[in-house]
């Protein structure tokens, strides 16, 4: 009889464990400064954003790659940066200097495709030009005046995509996702050199 306690209580504990039952719990990582990708701003300023989108994992890794704009007749800065949690892809960024067109037409050819239910995108209240869900936010931010480079003005075009959310509710992460997506525009107009300010 003990015997089959014994081997029913171990059995309950495994499953506890499986399930992340308390005490089995895996610690939530932290988001430092130092390790967010330089792309998405000061690191300081969107660590609070990325802790309020993100799912809690055990720990965080964060890839930025970054394509600067070298002179003025360049067009082709891009940044990309990708956040992962245990294994899993969490959110992705990335911003690129492409040329202005109307801004419904840069949301269903860039942002759309994010969005679930596109009739969930919604314009931003305030700062740059751009719109969001609670799965992606962007910005479409004009750069370049017109004759700087060949082919007309070019615009900073920044997508934040959340592919795994946490457990905030959807205005709270929205919210995160759009001040993680002016965060970027404001690092990518200073990195890629733009002439027309930010608004």
Not at 122 to 133: D, E, V, W
Request: glycine share 8%; with cysteine.
């Amino acid at each position: 009889m003990i015997a089959v306690v014994a081997v029913v209580l171990v059995g309950a504990l495994g499953a506890l464990h499986l399930l992340k039952v308390p005490p089995f719990e895996e610690d939530t990582g932290d988001i430092e400064a130092s390790s967010v990708c330089d792309s998405l701003g000061q690191g300081s300023q969107s660590v609070g954003a990325l802790r309020s989108v993100l799912p809690e994992k055990s720990s965080y890794a964060f890839d930025d790659d970054v394509n600067l704009r070298m002179d003025e007749q360049d067009s082709s800065y891009r940044s990309d940066c990708f956040v992962s949690g245990d294994g899993d892809q969490l959110l992705s960024a990335r911003t690129e200097m492409i040329r202005d067109e109307p801004f419904q037409n840069w949301v269903g050819s860039e942002v759309a495709q994010y969005a679930e239910g596109h009739d969930r995108l919604t314009p931003f209240a305030t700062g740059p030009k751009g719109t969001a869900s609670p799965s992606v936010a962007a910005v479409f931010a004009p750069c370049t005046s017109p004759g700087k480079i060949p082919g007309g003005q070019y615009n900073l075009s920044v997508v934040v995509h959340l592919e795994k959310a946490g457990k905030a509710s959807d205005a709270e992460t929205r919210a995160g996702l759009v001040e993680l997506a002016k965060n970027a525009a404001k690092y990518a107009h200073t990195k890629a050199r733009c002439d027309i300010s930010l608004s």
